[in-house]
């Protein structure tokens, strides 16, 4: 599927920018994508990944993957039928799930890209999405989270009297689009024209690894010859105890801060418990995770520093294979936008959505943001200046920036780290949770600011 829409991507692109005496911009747009895909892109994430790869691999080597993996089994066990319970990909996915709910994006893309990697492990047909693969893609495309901060970030930019107003929505309709998302993937994968094809005789397993035994309840164990990490001891156990007492310390004075003698800020005193914790926890996250696996994994005689640097080389490895897949998608989108494919269907759609009510100005927007995260930013930002920020228009922008993903860029960025280039049904089910989310934010803005 992904061949024609990048093929109609670029044919549209031609001819809409001939009609439109766009041609030039349309040839520039192509260079400066292909620039921004490489430069702005694929080089920063290898810092990134590097960092986030080094730190799992801590993690993994000191039990801590798969003690996350245990407590959510059922949960994970429904949705990923096809990947062993305590295999890695059950953590690595979890660990993107948790980044992606607190809004951490920096996190989450790395450990996205590393859930992946351990998910094609157990693929037998190298270059063809799994089943587990496209319901891991809509689960990210569906975008759950509980604080849409860069949209919040835009209108208290512009003075909104109560930013935070769009939690709430944001919240109902990302769960909209998770609920769209996941039934999506499990309804195509059954369809004749999705459905997994036999295996060849002697499959090869996946790109990164080879399947390993499995034990007597199923489960993958990998093949490693080090030493299992050590238990804790009664050291360890107070150490840890220390450690998080700072971290509730932290929490109350970042959260609420009259409990420990402090005057909350007046920006504060406005938000309710549930945003207080949201917040606090969003902001403690990364430092809890940077320092509390490495301690974790040192008082259970992991040897940290040499385990994050076998992880950390994976990074470029990543950030350098990913690039010719960021290039293709970003150039093609880059390239009908400047055309004026994007005017064009507003112009097309308008009146069917006239018709059912569907607020016009936030086409764009919506047409835009599957594909483009700085572009449906710039379109947000637009609309929040345009009508202001308190307005309705502007309160379901923001819910709809915040409870939809650039569905075009995730699969780019997670299918072209394992080298598939065969999607199956993963980009339908991920437009399918996008429209849930934009129709869903439509409604509940309707119901709850008018």
């Not at 747009?29 to 892109?41: I, P, S």
């Not at 385990?307 to 990543?318: L, R, S, W, Y």
Request: overall charge positive; aromatic content about 8%; hydrophobic content about 55%.
């Amino acid at each position: 599927m992904l061949n024609y829409i990048w093929l109609g991507l670029m044919v549209a692109a031609v001819l809409i920018g001939a009609a439109n005496d766009a041609l030039d911009a349309v040839g520039k747009a192509a260079f400066e994508r292909a620039e921004y895909a490489v430069m702005k892109l694929a080089l920063p994430l290898a810092g990134v990944m590097a960092l986030w790869l080094g730190i799992m691999r801590i993690a993994e080597k000191s039990g801590l993957i798969q003690v996350l993996a245990r407590a959510m089994r059922p949960v994970m066990r429904k949705l990923f039928p096809d990947v062993p319970a305590e295999h890695p990909a059950m953590g690595s996915m979890l660990m993107n799930m948790a980044a992606n709910i607190l809004g951490l994006s920096n996190a989450a893309t790395p450990l996205g890209i590393r859930a992946m990697k351990d998910l094609e492990t157990l693929n037998l047909r190298p270059g063809m999405a799994s089943n587990a693969m496209c319901t891991f893609l809509a689960i990210n495309t569906s975008s759950i989270q509980l604080i849409p901060a860069t949209a919040i970030a835009v209108l208290a930019v512009a003075h909104a009297t109560n930013a935070f107003a769009i939690v709430g929505t944001a919240i109902m309709a990302t769960i909209c689009s998770t609920i769209a998302g996941i039934t999506a993937v499990k309804l195509l994968e059954k369809l004749p024209g999705y459905r997994l094809p036999p295996l060849a005789p002697n499959p090869s397993p996946g790109l990164s690894a080879t399947l390993s035994p499995s034990d007597g309840e199923g489960d993958v164990v990998r093949g490693d010859s080090s030493t299992p990490a050590a238990p804790l001891n009664w050291f360890g156990w107070l150490v840890l105890t220390a450690f998080f007492g700072v971290f509730v310390w932290a929490f109350l004075r970042i959260g609420f801060p009259e409990v420990v003698g402090k005057t909350a800020t007046e920006e504060l005193m406005k938000q309710n418990g549930f945003l207080r914790t949201v917040n606090a926890l969003s902001l403690l996250s990364i430092p809890l995770l940077l320092s509390f696996f490495p301690l974790y994994a040192t008082l259970r005689r992991v040897k940290v520093y040499e385990e994050f640097v076998e992880g950390a080389k994976e990074g470029f490895k990543t950030s350098v294979m990913i690039i010719p897949y960021l290039v293709v998608i970003l150039v093609a989108i880059g390239m009908f936008r400047e055309a004026g494919g994007i005017k064009l269907l507003s112009d097309l759609l308008k009146p069917a959505l006239d018709a059912v009510g569907f607020p016009t100005e936030l086409l764009p927007l919506s047409l835009v943001r599957p594909l483009s995260g700085s572009g449906s930013l710039g379109l947000f930002s637009d609309i929040v200046k345009e009508f202001g920020p308190d307005s309705f228009l502007a309160r379901t922008a923001g819910t709809i920036f915040g409870s939809t993903e650039t569905t075009f860029y995730v699969i780019a960025v997670y299918f072209g780290a394992v080298g598939v280039k065969r999607t199956r049904h993963a980009i339908p089910a991920g437009l399918i949770a996008d429209a849930v989310g934009i129709i869903a934010s439509v409604i509940i803005c309707k119901m709850m600011f008018g």
